[in-house]
């Protein structure tokens, strides 16, 4: 499963000295800029690890173009946001305070409900929201980007309780999303759904709540690396900087209260350069002490080369060698750092390296379970009702939601504040996706999708297999369609013998010459009826049910 110690076993040069023994580097790419071919394959690289799924329309839109242009688009989102979310779901008759004033069909998003069963019902109306919006997604790196930053600040809805709040977080960050990291941070440190999540709402002069602090730095900003000194006593003095903070029940948004703020001095570590925070009063003290923080903390070398490995682990591979670290962390660190933290010079940097496109780095990520079901369904090409058909399409996105759940990926739900396990524990990482549980769970979710599909309001999802090969340059050959198909499902090519032996047994049935798959595609083409229509999709069908439960299909 992991080609990248294949190749790298492979190589013999390069060692470095590791605890008394030689170690090969993986690579020693870095972030100069990728002159190498810009062909369908490095497209098709580029679009599955910026978006969920490489689809054919998207395929053919980006090889016009130039490799540095289609970064610069892909980070330049032109499309509007997202509709909001909606209800779509039926009043409930046993809350006590149930939302009868928001009708079907309309957004819950600015009512202010304290219901609990009215709040859970918006907690899943919002994460079916989200999936719909994965799936139509715009040409640009902005869902996948987004669900990076919001598993990188880990609320749990199921914690925060307030869908609402939930929303405005998500909103925000999506607003953010390409934006300045440190202006980001600002924000979410003053977020309704942090302030609950992280107790900063209960923060006060006279018993400083450390939660949102020892975050702030362990989590969100520095890490916790090897030259990260900050002390105890620095997150005792940063719960200082952040008391007053608290939430407006009548609102719905934060405020700073004056009278629960700590006026003292704070006084940091030598890692902080010893700097001191100056106590203030007033109605500002909260904004200008947590700006002096964040000026304090990004000061440091060491967030900038934290916040990179992050992105580094999400886009590109989750192992970080020595010359990796030194190759493409620090420079891209660097850039962030001189541009102010923000986000798009960095990224920029990266998508466009000959280190991005190194071929030990590609097929060689295992596909989240958002990439996998998203991604399945984007690339085949998949058709949906009208949106606005609210209910049908709500109701498919709760199915492709509880897969995803399923599979061990709960959107806006990790199992505690640090994310979800795949993006930070050691050494497993995206390893972590693929088990004994979830691994026939994704084959079943691609079989079910194929065979049958899901049907809502007596209107059927499901993938279309000959659809998708008229979509294919030359489907009437069977060794064009193989290659084809194989080259938008799998990173990692087949062997000409194994495509052989596949085209023999499932496009051919069993025969030896192509012109059994030729003519029985030409029949149809040329008199589309049913029976001609289910002699191809049949071995269609049964082509693909097949390619998706590779192990070749797991990655990406």
């Not at 309309?106 to 999936?131: E, F, L, P």
């Not at 003292?264 to 200008?288: D, E, H, M, P």
């Not at 010359?323 to 620090?330: F, K, R």
Request: proline residues 4%; contains cysteine; neutral net charge.
């Amino acid at each position: 499963m992991d080609r990248r110690e294949f190749l790298a076993a492979h190589r013999n040069r390069h060692k470095v000295e590791d605890s008394g023994s030689s170690k090969p580097f993986r690579t020693l790419s870095g972030i100069n800029p990728y002159t190498g071919t810009w062909s369908e394959n490095e497209v098709i690289h580029l679009l599955k690890r910026t978006m969920f799924g490489a689809a054919k329309a998207d395929i053919d839109y980006f090889k016009t173009k130039t490799l540095s242009q289609a970064v610069d688009e892909l980070l330049t989102p032109t499309a509007p946001a997202p509709a909001i979310p909606i209800k779509e779901y039926v009043t409930s008759v046993s809350a006590a305070n149930p939302d009868g004033n928001i009708a079907q069909g309309t957004t819950w998003v600015n009512d202010i409900n304290g219901d609990g069963t009215v709040q859970s019902q918006r907690r899943a109306s919002y994460k079916k929201w989200w999936v719909g919006v994965m799936v139509n997604q715009d040409r640009s790196i902005r869902e996948k980007l987004l669900m990076f930053l919001i598993d990188h600040f880990g609320n749990e809805t199921v914690d925060v309780g307030n869908a609402n709040w939930i929303y405005k977080q998500h909103d925000l960050i999506r607003q953010n999303v390409l934006g300045n990291f440190k202006q980001l941070v600002d924000a979410i440190t003053k977020d309704v759904s942090m302030l609950r999540y992280l107790n900063g709402y209960l923060n006060n002069a006279s018993a400083p709540d450390e939660n949102y602090g020892r975050e702030l730095m362990e989590l969100f900003t520095i890490g916790k690396g090897p030259d990260s000194k900050y002390t105890e006593s620095d997150v005792k003095e940063a719960a200082k900087v952040l008391t007053g903070w608290q939430i407006n029940g009548t609102t719905y948004n934060s405020m700073f209260t004056p009278s629960r703020h700590s006026t003292v001095n704070k006084t940091f570590s030598s890692f902080f350069g010893n700097t001191v925070i100056t106590g203030r009063t007033g109605a500002t003290a909260g904004q200008l002490e947590l700006t002096d923080l964040l000026n304090m903390i990004f000061a440091q070398q060491e967030p900038a080369k934290f916040i990179v490995r992050k992105f580094y682990r999400w886009f590109v591979y989750y192992d970080i060698d020595a010359a990796v670290e030194a190759n493409v962390i620090t420079p891209l660190a660097d850039i962030f750092r001189t541009n102010n933290y923000q986000i798009v010079p960095m990224l920029a940097a990266l998508l466009k390296s000959e280190h991005f496109f190194d071929v030990m780095n590609r097929g060689c990520y295992i596909k989240t379970p958002a990439d996998h079901i998203i991604g399945s369904i984007r690339e085949m090409n998949t058709q949906f009702p009208s949106l606005t058909d609210w209910s049908t399409n709500y109701g498919m996105w709760s199915l492709f939601n509880n897969w995803m759940v399923n599979m061990g990926q709960n959107l806006h739900d990790p199992p505690n504040v640090s994310g979800m396990p795949p993006y930070y524990q050691e050494p497993s990482f995206h390893e972590l996706w693929i088990n004994s549980d979830s691994l026939p769970k994704r084959n079943q979710f691609t079989d079910t999708m194929i065979l049958n599909g899901y049907s809502v309001n007596n209107i059927r999802v499901q993938f279309n297999c000959v659809a998708f090969a008229q979509l294919l340059p030359n489907p009437g050959n069977p060794n064009d369609l193989i290659d084809d198909a194989l080259r938008i499902f799998f990173r990692n090519d087949l062997s000409a013998q194994s495509k052989a032996q596949i085209k023999t047994q499932i496009l051919l049935t069993g025969q030896q010459w192509d012109y059994y798959w030729a003519n029985a595609w030409a029949a149809y083409t040329s008199n589309p009826t049913t029976a001609n229509f289910n002699t191809i999709n049949a071995r269609l069908k049964s082509l693909f049910q097949y390619f998706f439960n590779l192990s070749e299909y797991q990655l990406m």
